[in-house]
């Protein structure tokens, strides 16, 4: 799907770190974070129709990708990305609350902002990873555990610099169909993902290694996951999900949000449900973020 024409492409400095960010429309702000092994581009489907209600939808790309910038602290965990998307509703939407969209990682950096800054939110959408306080007892079953291969993959330094960037970066190509398996990527579509990336392989596994660090693990980072959503919210859920499997999902209970969850399992759909089928996720993304 063409997205809307962009208004503007620009380059904001957070102090910490310059991020690339398109913008597209006019209007109130839906603010929406990308992934892994993803960019900017991932909410292609979802412009237009924002755009047409009435909204101003603003992706940037994350910390750490091309063509945005290296931080400067080299901070990749969920305190530090969960600054980003505060600071780029103070910049893009400072007197109004912003409506938040986040996927994998921007899902991740999402539940981070709410609990740092819940008053500069009205609305939390949050795709194919539900919040870690609801979902931390079943990510060591074994199904998931399997899953999750990469995770411990990436923690090698060196051999997973040199397995990622392998055959022309293959292991996207396979993380792809791997994690959605009904949908086919386009070749231009993961060669402009394989761009942000290949420049970059180190920051973007720092995201994986980040999560078990001390500062995740012990400090400030891990009470901002832990901490209970105060934002309304709903969550989207591909049933093929090959990434985080689906039944993550249906163990998200309403007492972790205090303005309420609404959980939406799409199926035939895998990680990239947002993609993969835009004519179910469309519908409840309007029907959630109301009126401009």
């Not at 702000?29 to 755009?51: E, K, M, N, T, Y």
């Not at 091309?66 to 969920?78: L, M, Q, T, W």
């Not at 409506?99 to 795709?127: C, E, K, M, N, Q």
Request: charged residues 20%; proline residues 7%; glycine residues 8%.
């Amino acid at each position: 799907m063409a997205a809307t024409k962009t208004l503007v492409t620009k380059t904001i400095d957070l102090g910490d770190v310059e991020l690339s960010c398109t913008v597209h429309g006019d209007g109130p702000l839906v603010l929406c974070a990308h992934g892994f092994p993803d960019d900017a581009r991932s909410f292609r489907a979802q412009i237009d129709p924002l755009v047409a209600r009435g909204f101003r939808v603003a992706c940037p790309t994350m910390r750490g990708y091309a063509p945005s910038g290296i931080p400067k602290s080299r901070r990749y965990d969920a305190e530090a990305l969960g600054h980003d998307l505060c600071a780029l509703a103070d910049r893009l939407s400072p007197g109004s609350p912003v409506r938040l969209v986040g996927h994998d990682w921007g899902a991740v950096a999402a539940y981070a902002a709410t609990a740092l800054a819940p008053a500069r939110f009205s609305h939390l959408v949050t795709i194919a990873v539900p919040h870690l306080r609801a979902t931390l007892p079943r990510l060591a079953q074994p199904a998931q555990l399997r899953r999750s291969w990469y995770i411990a993959y990436f923690q090698l330094r060196g051999v997973a610099e040199r397995g990622l960037a392998k055959n022309d970066f293959a292991l996207i190509d396979r993380l792809w169909r791997d994690w959605s398996p009904g949908y086919a990527a386009s070749r231009e579509d993961l060669d402009l993902i394989k761009a942000g990336i290949a420049p970059r392989v180190s920051e973007v596994i720092g995201y994986y290694r980040a999560f078990f660090s001390s500062r995740v693990l012990l400090g400030e980072a891990r009470r901002l996951l832990f901490t209970k959503t105060t934002v309304p919210a709903i969550h989207m859920h591909g049933e093929d999900d090959g990434c985080i499997g689906v039944e993550l999902a249906r163990g998200v209970e309403e007492r972790h949000f205090l303005a309420g969850i609404r959980v939406h399992t799409v199926p035939r759909a895998g990680h990239f449900v947002h993609l993969e089928r835009p004519e179910v996720v469309n519908p409840i993304l309007l029907d959630f973020l109301g009126a401009p």
